[in-house]
């Protein structure tokens, strides 16, 4: 068995939740940010609302919604799931979650698209965050390489989707809250989502976190003999394993102790996991705490 597969030691479930993000790498052009998967057509009006005034004077007002937008795929081997994305209206409901729990500045557009590379990103040019179905492809391939059977492929495909969408969408309110952040950008939407999976979305969010770890494990495998690029703003593959693990076992340490007994967090990084996810909580909350309507 292959000692990666974290996702072996779940009972694996068949929620089908979107509301993940990604940062394999930022290929895309101009000043996007990152990584990607799918969608299509049918844009839905820019919302008039009026900036509602929260009662508390630590609340930020909210002037704009998570909206979504379709578009018409060209690819046809993506037809089916763009199908089942729309009538599963997956990004309807990862919006209708963000927009109960955060007030927004600004509208941010949720897609999902072929975009003929294997990616996810944010754009701030139109405040949109996209998935394409290449990376939901990509995630797919890798899992089925490394031993998933179809059906275990396409449920860790969406889970690893949900913590990449959240790692986009963590772009987006850092460009639209002007958060500060110090240090890197892509190691804070990486806990950023984190965050959100282990505090807000219960197992599904540790499945995210786990599949993800996953993807960077077998992707990191994959490139084991290629030069690794050193100057790329997004931390090596095998970091964001260590540090996904780090998150989920730093949550609730005595729960997650197989990780670390199972051979796949080591002991002297363990032992600081519980303090360090600790700092991420306080830090987020903080950052976050204006923005949420509840
Ligand atoms: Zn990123």
Request: hydrophobic share 35%; proline share 4%; net charge negative.
């Amino acid at each position: 068995m292959n000692r990666n597969s974290i996702n072996l030691i779940l009972a694996l479930g068949t929620l089908f939740l979107v509301a993940g993000c990604f940062c394999n790498s930022d290929r895309n052009t101009g000043s996007t940010r990152d990584d990607g998967p799918v969608f299509s057509n049918s844009s839905q009006p820019a919302s008039n609302k009026t900036a509602s005034k929260p009662s508390d004077p630590n609340k930020k007002s909210d002037s704009g919604d998570f909206l979504v937008d379709h578009e018409d795929v060209s690819t046809p081997k993506y037809v089916e799931i763009d199908r089942q994305i729309k009538d599963e209206k997956l990004l309807e409901k990862a919006a209708s979650q963000l927009n109960a729990a955060l007030s927004l500045p600004e509208d941010i557009t949720l897609r999902t698209k072929d975009c003929k590379e294997a990616n996810a990103y944010y754009d701030p040019n139109d405040s949109s965050v996209t998935m394409c179905y290449e990376l939901m492809e990509h995630f797919y391939a890798s899992f089925r390489s490394n031993g998933s059977n179809e059906k275990d492929a396409y449920s860790q495909m969406f889970d690893a989707v949900r913590f990449v969408f959240l790692h986009e969408i963590a772009h987006a309110i850092i460009d639209k809250y002007k958060l500060p952040i110090i240090g890197n950008e892509e190691d804070a939407a990486d806990r950023c989502s984190a965050y959100i999976n282990l505090e807000e979305l219960g197992q599904d969010g540790v499945k995210a976190i786990l599949a993800a770890a996953d993807a960077f494990a077998i992707e990191s495998k994959r490139n084991a003999n290629a030069k690794k690029n050193m100057a790329d703003e997004h931390l090596l593959g095998e970091q964001r394993y260590y540090n996904a693990l780090c998150m989920v076992y730093g949550s609730n340490a005595s729960k997650w102790e197989k990780l670390v007994t199972d051979g796949y967090l080591p002991k002297e990084r363990a032992v600081r996991c519980p303090t360090e996810y600790q700092k991420t909580v306080d830090a987020w909350a903080g950052l976050l705490g204006p923005w949420r309507k509840n």
